[in-house]
């Protein structure tokens, strides 16, 4: 068996794909791993790229349109052979041998069903990744931006600490030590086959954001670990496959589907309201700081909740 699975959904990211698997290749040591791509109907020639590569170890997966985060991993771990899956976003890249040495780590680790390393951008400044999962007390924080705020940061548990979406505070101490939380983020998603073969695959109701949350939650409630390990770091460049609407259209969404899904039905109705006030919060605030396209967004993300 293959010692892991790394699995990459990639949407017109041509270039940016082609790095991120050179940087895995060349970086990846003491290990045997597999790489699986799974084109979402990209229109710039991405697969034809990576073909002419000439991979041994490489698999790519045609869809002719973009089925969704969820939907595209799946297809890659039912194709997988590694006794971990990494799932790996194609605007990623890897500087050292992060992947064997977490790996390595989740061996030595029986309990840890799932983990990631440090995001950073590429000045080396890091990045949110994960968090808590979002009870009402932690969406009201989360909206209200209190989450970002030294010490209340401490006294609730952030669903989303250090959003990047955040115009408060940017300094956190949260995510610059190694913890366990509730679930990380999806750009670097080390999993262990067995959390897979016991809960299932993603969800594919989820298009795009919070079906990590959903799948460490599952996982949590049959006992496994999740890890947050900043001694390893890759580089993240964010979003580079859709647009500024869709991360706060789709999550807004599809925490509406978590919440129906997993909380009793009596809090449904105080989650919509706490997206609708965090909504018109953000309408005028995101005008003066980032203009009347931003503004928009949250225009229309109150009209869906």
Not at 188 to 198: A, H, M, S
Request: charge should be positive; proline fraction near 4%.
């Amino acid at each position: 068996m293959t010692d892991v699975s790394v699995i990459i959904v990639s949407f017109n990211t041509k270039n940016l794909l082609e790095k991120c698997i050179d940087s895995v290749i060349k970086k990846t040591q003491d290990i045997s791993f597999e790489i699986i791509v799974i084109d979402n109907g990209s229109s710039d020639g991405s697969p034809q790229a990576v073909r002419k590569k000439n991979i041994n170890n490489l698999t790519i997966i045609e869809n002719r349109k973009n089925l969704g985060f969820a939907a595209g991993n799946n297809q890659g771990i039912k194709k997988s052979d590694g006794r971990h899956i990494l799932l790996l976003n194609s605007d990623t890249e890897i500087k050292d041998n992060v992947i064997g040495e977490m790996v390595s780590w989740m061996d030595k680790n029986s309990k840890v069903g799932i983990a990631t390393c440090a995001l950073k951008n590429e000045d080396g400044t890091l990045q949110g990744s994960g968090g808590y999962f979002p009870n009402l007390l932690r969406v009201f924080a989360w909206m209200l931006f209190l989450e970002d705020i030294p010490l209340i940061d401490r006294l609730i548990k952030p669903y989303h600490p250090m959003h990047s979406a955040s115009p408060i505070y940017k300094g956190s101490e949260f995510f610059k030590t190694s913890h366990q939380q509730d679930w990380v983020t999806g750009a670097f998603f080390l999993i262990r086959k067995d959390v897979i073969e016991q809960i299932g695959y993603f969800d594919e109701d989820y298009f795009m954001y919070v079906e990590e949350v959903d799948f460490c939650f599952r996982a949590k409630t049959k006992g496994w670990q999740v890890y947050y390990l900043p001694d390893w770091s890759i580089t993240h460049l964010g979003g580079a496959s859709g647009t500024s609407e869709l991360p706060i259209l789709s999550e807004f969404k599809s925490l509406k589907r978590f919440y129906k899904k997993f909380y009793p039905s009596w809090q449904f109705p105080f989650l919509r309201l706490l997206l609708a006030a965090g909504a018109l919060v953000r309408i005028p605030l995101f005008y003066i700081l980032k203009g009347r396209e931003r503004s928009a967004i949250y225009v229309k993300a109150f009209r869906e909740t």
